[in-house]
């Protein structure tokens, strides 16, 4: 089974706002309270602020799609794909761009899927929220794993 999702979430400039803040809290306990007990509670309050930080970053990085179930089999020219998607029929749309795959349904959804090789669609069939698709490698497309 492969899955390919992209995941959103912070990037470095995150972590720099992170490293700063927790600078600025550190500095401010160390003003207001000098000695041991300034510095227990300046680096309390910048473990906690990392804590929330990646906490805050997990609930980014998941999607909502991730629960919609997803799979492939491949066997030599051919690809199987069946995925959940929700409907209604309508909104549900595939398209092949290279190697991949796009999903898209009701409520914004959409998914990426990586393949194993440029394919052609043969056969695409949508029931009760079922996306089956059948798909053939491309004759001039090269086999890379």
């Known amino acids: 089974m492969s899955r390919d999702v992209k995941r959103t979430g912070f990037n470095g400039l995150g972590y ?7 600078v600025a809290i550190l500095s401010f306990m160390l003003r207001l309270q000098t000695g041991l007990l300034g ?4 680096g309390l309050a910048v473990g906690l602020a990392v804590y929330w930080f990646k906490a805050l970053n997990k609930s980014l990085a998941t999607s909502a799609w991730d629960d919609f179930l997803l799979e492939i089999r491949h066997e030599g ?3 199987d794909l069946t995925a959940q998607v929700p409907g209604p029929e ?4 595939v398209e092949l761009l290279g190697r991949k795959l796009v999903l898209k349904g009701g409520m914004g959804f959409r998914r990426t899927v990586k393949l194993p090789y440029e394919a052609i669609l043969r056969e695409l069939r949508y029931v009760n929220g079922i996306l089956n698709a059948r798909l053939v490698k491309r004759a001039d497309a ?3 794993s």
Do not use: A, E, M, Y
């Open 16 to 22: 720099l706002l992170l490293f700063l803040v927790g």
């Open 39 to 42: 510095l227990v509670l300046g």
């Open 77 to 79: 020219d051919v690809v």
């Open 90 to 93: 309508s909104n549900v749309k």
């Open 142 to 144: 090269p086999t890379t």
